[in-house]
């Protein structure tokens, strides 16, 4: 058991968002302990905010959107990953446009901002919810599922018969920041060049290119650097469910088995654990409660703000 976690300073990158296209900026900054992941953004004199929970999700078409009346934030779960992959319990995540910036569409960059803020404990201990009964969400085809382990662990399997450099793929993950920085975050978000024109035309992937995107054409590679892994799909679709994962806002001790999950389907398990507590308890410092879970989460809780947070991206 660890207590939770910040960064010691914040730390600033700038990109393009995958989706819009759009020029995005973002600042991580330290927040006080039981803060959670919260997204805010100055609009005029008022600082909006979004915490990442299950309770503000949006679309889930490509990508995992949060949004709260005028605030809308796309492709959330790279960063989310990278932050829940490396234990970062509380921060606010400031940003200047409604995407999170794509870098190089994995989550590498992301856990290189984290490291170089460094990462420092707080005082209380980091609560944890232990699943004790199986919660299943999905059908024959594609589903997840979470059984108890007494590690957390994610087996994930995906099946693209028809693309010879994918085809069946299976990963196994242990859940800590050591594998997740070694198997996991550089892993890149990846696409069928059949599907990438038929995006544009819905106005999705317009900031997509070889830099941030794995493109497979009919039978092949369209990049020309090949892949990070062999298994590098299946990589990914571990990476996009710790993000998604993530809405839950508390970690899980239990074993997740995908099978041709995605975002909608990983958001489905993450309600399904919410609406199911007598399938799992909390603990921490070896203590089991069976707490509200919003009491261990702030996760309906509104931001009380932010004595110390100045507009970052003017001094960009
Ligand atoms: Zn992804």
């Given at each position: 058991m660890r207590k939770q976690q910040t960064l010691s300073k914040s730390s600033f990158f700038s990109g393009i968002g995958l989706h819009s296209g759009n020029p995005v900026s973002l600042a991580i900054h330290p927040a006080?302990?039981?803060?959670?992941?919260?997204?805010?953004?100055?609009?005029?004199?008022?600082?909006?905010?979004?915490?990442?929970?299950?309770?503000?999700?949006?679309?889930?078409?490509?990508?995992?959107?949060l949004e709260s009346g005028d605030f809308q934030i796309q492709t959330v779960e790279h960063i989310l990953a990278a932050l829940v992959g490396m234990e970062v319990d509380n921060v606010y995540v400031e940003l200047e446009g409604n995407e999170i910036p794509a870098a190089d569409g994995s989550a590498a960059t992301f856990v290189e901002i984290i490291?170089?803020?460094?990462?420092?404990?707080?005082?209380?201990?980091?609560?944890?919810?232990?699943?004790?009964?199986?919660?299943?969400?999905?059908?024959?085809?594609?589903?997840?599922?979470?059984?108890?382990?007494?590690?957390?662990?994610?087996?994930?399997?995906?099946?693209?018969?028809?693309?010879?450099?994918?085809?069946?793929?299976?990963?196994?993950?242990?859940?800590?920041?050591?594998?997740?920085?070694?198997?996991?975050?550089?892993?890149?978000?990846?696409?069928?060049?059949?599907?990438?024109?038929?995006?544009?035309?819905?106005?999705?992937?317009?900031?997509?290119?070889?830099?941030?995107?794995?493109?497979?054409?009919?039978?092949?590679?369209?990049?020309?650097?090949?892949?990070?892994?062999?298994?590098?799909?299946?990589?990914?679709k571990v990476l996009d469910l710790i993000g998604d994962l993530a809405l839950l806002s508390i970690p899980v001790v239990g074993h997740f088995e995908a099978r041709c999950s995605g975002h909608w389907l990983h958001a489905e398990l993450v309600k399904?654990?919410?609406?199911?507590?007598?399938?799992?308890?909390?603990?921490?410092?070896?203590?089991?409660?069976?707490?509200?879970?919003?009491?261990?989460t702030q996760m309906n809780s509104p931001v009380t703000f932010l004595p110390d947070l100045q507009p970052a991206f003017q001094t960009l």
């Open positions: 006080p302990s039981n803060t959670g992941i919260v997204f805010v953004k100055h609009i005029g004199d008022h600082i909006h905010s979004l915490p990442a929970s299950i309770d503000f999700l949006g679309n889930t078409d490509h990508c995992t959107t490291q170089q803020a460094g990462i420092v404990e707080q005082t209380p201990p980091r609560t944890y919810l232990k699943v004790v009964e199986p919660i299943t969400v999905g059908d024959d085809q594609r589903s997840i599922s979470v059984i108890p382990s007494p590690l957390p662990k994610i087996t994930y399997f995906i099946d693209f018969p028809n693309h010879p450099l994918i085809q069946q793929q299976e990963f196994v993950h242990a859940c800590t920041p050591v594998e997740f920085q070694k198997h996991i975050a550089s892993a890149r978000t990846f696409a069928f060049r059949k599907e990438v024109e038929f995006l544009w035309s819905r106005g999705l992937g317009l900031g997509g290119s070889l830099l941030n995107t794995v493109v497979f054409s009919d039978s092949d590679l369209v990049n020309e650097g090949g892949l990070r892994f062999t298994d590098e799909c299946v990589r990914h399904a654990i919410r609406n199911q507590p007598e399938k799992w308890i909390l603990f921490n410092a070896g203590t089991q409660t069976k707490t509200d879970i919003t009491s261990a």
